[in-house]
Antibody
Framework: EVQLLESGGYLVQPGGSLRLSCAAS????????MSWVRQAPGKGLEWLSA????????HYADSVKGRFTISRDNSENTLYLQMNSLRAEDTAVYYC?????????????WGQGTLVTVSS | QSALTQPASVSGSPGQSITISCSGT?????????VCWYQQHPGKAPKLMID???NRRSGVSNRFSGSKSGNTASLTISGLQAEDEADYYC??????????FGGGTKLTVL
């Protein structure tokens, strides 16, 4: 059974940093791209970033490019999102999601999300 | 990259059919066949229902179908059931090699 468990969500001050983790199990992690998607309270989904199965290709939405960095450790079956220069508008539930293929693709399994709150 | 355009809400009675539109541009929906639809119930993670415009995922009822014409994709749900009440999001791959979501549509089963 595919399982994705996000962690690392916290209350952080504007300008601060946070690293989210997503522990994956139930599938061959390195064979699939992974993504981060967020949802602000009461709002819609926003795609943020994706990384290929081998970790050699990454893509970012303009809203987070230069501030967020996606990475993965295939030996630990873990996906990461390093978030810097956080703003109030980054407050959201952050989901990690498994891609259908090794490249940036649609997402067939999602975690339950971790809440990030940016506030002073 | 702008979000795709969906109606904020649609409604229908049990047994009826509804269609949710997803309007994009020649840089996203119109550029390829990588359009998908997610269903999200309150407090839950999204669930992939349709991928590659019209491919129904395993376990998804055949009451759900997807299509595309030009820059607009559509999700049709036939034989509406109470359990279909949820938020629905379209998503498309873009020529910038990123994904973009629609704003979401709240489906109410009357």
């Amino acid at each position: 059974e595919v399982q994705l468990l996000e962690s690392g969500g916290y209350l952080v001050q504007p300008g601060g940093s946070l690293r989210l983790s997503c522990a994956a199990s139930g599938f061959t992690f390195s064979n699939y791209a992974m993504s981060w998607v967020r949802q602000a309270p009461g709002k819609g989904l926003e795609w943020l970033s994706a990384i290929s199965g081998g970790g050699d290709s990454t893509h970012y939405a303009d809203s987070v490019k230069g501030r967020f960095t996606i990475s993965r450790d295939n030996s630990e079956n873990t996906l990461y999102l390093q978030m810097n220069s956080l703003r109030a508008e980054d407050t959201a539930v952050y989901y990690c999601a498994k891609g259908l293929y090794k490249w940036n693709s649609q997402n067939d399994y999602w975690g339950q999300g971790t809440l990030v709150t940016v506030s002073s | 990259q702008s979000a795709l355009t969906q109606p904020a809400s649609v409604s229908g009675s049990p047994g009826q059919s509804i269609t949710i539109s997803c309007s994009g541009t020649s840089s996203d929906v119109g550029a390829n066949n990588y359009v998908c639809w997610y269903q999200q119930h309150p407090g839950k993670a999204p669930k992939l229902m349709i991928d590659d415009v019209s491919n129904r995922r395993s376990g998804v009822s055949n009451r759900f179908s997807g299509s595309k014409s030009g820059n607009t994709a559509s999700l049709t749900i036939s034989g509406l059931q109470a359990e279909d009440e949820a938020d629905y999001y379209c998503s498309s791959y873009t020529t910038n090699n990123i994904w973009v979501f629609g704003g979401g549509t709240k489906l109410t089963v009357l």
